[in-house]
């Protein structure tokens, strides 16, 4: 069976909306996508380091619309991990289990594995919206997209825009 390597924020999560409308809180105005196209997070949103810092910030992000559905498919036919970078934000790591008990129930504990850097981990393949993940990983790679990474050549990595997409690509053969 293969091993597919599933990265949670903004994958799984919505983090994209937490950043919009933490933003939106602050300013009084909602972003326009094209505001944050190709722009890291830190930069597009001027409080996401505080954002990222607050008390269900993770928690509460929205589900990124097919994840539940195809995810649950895929972990009948590969052995999957979810991935997530928490250490940097220590208040995460509850908040992410919460998240994925709720939202992902079938996926176990032992599928969860909350780490600082991704570049030890092993696998045959990896979806993750971010490139210095992607880059370090040895299996096939699939670039979901997102607002930061929607300007820059993804030449290395196959990029998906859906959970849809994922679903012809993983489950059709």
């Known amino acids: 069976m293969e091993r597919l390597i599933v990265d949670m924020d903004g994958v799984l999560a919505d983090v994209y909306e937490q950043f919009i409308s933490f933003d939106m ?3 009084g105005r909602r972003k326009k996508p094209s505001e944050i196209v190709g722009i890291p997070e830190h930069e597009a949103f001027e409080n996401g380091k505080s954002y990222v810092r607050t008390p269900g910030f993770f928690r509460n992000a929205p ?10 498919k895929l972990n009948k036919k590969y052995e999957i991990f979810i991935v997530s ?11 992410k289990i919460e998240w994925l008990e709720e939202h992902f129930p079938f996926i176990t504990w032992e599928q969860i594995v909350l780490c600082g850097s991704k ?11 971010h490139f210095k993940n992607l880059d370090s990983f040895e299996g096939k790679t699939y ?8 300007k820059f ?3 290395d990595h196959e990029r998906v825009s859906s959970w849809g997409e994922i679903e012809s690509r993983l489950l059709t053969t």
Do not use: C, Y
């Open 25 to 27: 809180l602050d300013h």
């Open 63 to 72: 589900v990124i619309h097919g994840s539940q559905r195809v995810l649950e």
């Open 119 to 129: 570049i030890m981990i092993k696998g045959d393949i990896m979806i993750d919206d």
């Open 143 to 150: 670039l979901f997209t997102q607002p930061h990474n929607q």
């Open 85 to 95: 970078s928490a250490i940097e934000f220590r208040q995460s790591l509850l908040e």
């Open 153 to 155: 050549n993804s030449k």
